[in-house]
């Protein structure tokens, strides 16, 4: 049997829900008040009750219109992950290490980061932004406290291009040993029960929260809001099996598990974003001693598995990351664009976020000339790399832009982007918050620039 879980509800003045703020946690017997990663006396001003496994969405999950072109100038946007707060961070790897955490302080503090991050993208003046997963541990990491099935623990393999470099590798664990963070690499949970949606009432709060950020912004507020959600296929490589007879059962169990984090966010006027990174990621990490072949059928088999996900969405809700993993390394063990491209292409969505910025991936902004545009599809294109804390001029982001557009054709489908997140799993970002606002700053600048030169406005 998978983890059991109690449906907690934390009473704030303002929340929407009389009964509280829904929270999640895992319980190690029928009683709440024997977790042991609630503190005890806080445990007491709980209600708990058994996770329902009913789903309950909106009457419309299709919700708002197609997502936006940058009819009149390039519009900014990014990946997602946006830097937490020290303390929410803190917090975020005491629980994720197993010791105790004051579930009501994480609401609090993600709640309230959520206003703060939100705040700080309009004033940077990012057109297309989101809550910066703020009251989430890691991209793809929260899902074992919306899903059932996931327990113990396990250790990725290193991957292939650090493990090329023993000295690089000892760096880089010193590096990371000195500061709280949450790992997707060591100790991440693994599929030990049927993987199921316990309940839609988190993701339903975390859209509202960000509903009321947006609304606090008045009148400056987004050209419009997106929240992002995990591809089924990096949480089957990161997340091991050992419950489903094969990988293919898997996959079809955790598409429909998230499913429901799909059409919830859509259903609440929010363009959505799939992050794929297992779509180039995996080549040198699952598939790292195995075939091209393999790994391309890997990716197909993901893609169809997030197309059958969204058979409820239009794709013009949706855009889907692909990347080769948010971590500063050598990277010389990519896949190249190209070699994915086709199987990337297949999804049914309406935009593709690609990274272009890096050093080793800036040469194949050309391959976007293969993507299929026939249905008004549009390109997130990655010109701030989020792993350096140089900061881009405004014209060397221009001249990235403008390259992307006169590929694709029609500067109308191009946005400006970054590569990856900043802050993907809490912690392990590589810029420091102030420089963070500052690449995004220059960004828009950069896309001044570049409508001007490409006759937008």
Known sequence: ?????????????????????????????TSPHSNRHIRPAASRRYRAVRASPKIHYPDNVHGGEPMLKSAKRILTTHTGSLPRPPALTALYASRAAG??????????AGREATYDVVAKQIEAAI??????????????????????????????????????????RAWGDVVDSGRPSVSNRDGVPKAIGAVKYLDDVLVHDECRTFRKALDACGDAGFAEPFMTAPSPGII????????????????????????????????????LQIDAPDLALERHVSYQDRPIGDFIDFAERVVATINHALRNIPRDRVRLHACWGNYEAPHDCDVDLAEILPAIAQAKV??????????????????????????????VAGVID?????????????????????????????LAGTDCGFDTSAGRGRVSPDVVWAKLAAMAEGAKIASKRLGLG
């Open 1 to 29: 049997m998978g983890q059991a879980y109690f449906l907690i509800y934390v009473k704030f003045s303002d929340s929407a829900d009389p009964r509280g703020v829904p929270v999640l946690v895992p319980c190690s017997s």
């Open 99 to 108: 010791e105790t955490v004051d579930e009501e302080a994480i609401v609090t």
């Open 127 to 168: 057109d297309v932004g989101n809550n910066g997963e703020q009251q989430r541990e890691a991209f793809f990491l929260y899902v074992r406290h919306r899903m059932s099935g996931f327990g113990g623990a396990w250790h990725r393999r290193p991957f292939a291009d650090v493990a090329k470099y023993p000295g690089f």
């Open 236 to 271: 089957a490589a990161a997340m091991l099996n050992e419950f489903y007879d094969t990988e293919d059962a898997y996959l079809a169990a955790l598409g429909e598990a998230l499913r429901v984090e799909y059409e919830a966010i859509v259903s609440h006027g929010f363009l």
């Open 350 to 379: 309406g935009a593709w976020v690609l990274p272009f910025a890096n050093p080793r991936h800036a040469h194949e902004y050309r391959c976007v000339a293969n993507l299929p545009m026939d249905n008004g599809q549009l390109v």
């Open 386 to 414: 989020p792993l350096t804390s140089f900061v881009e001029h405004p014209e060397v982001v221009a001249d990235r832009i403008e390259r992307v557009a006169q590929v694709i054709g029609d500067p109308t489908r191009v």
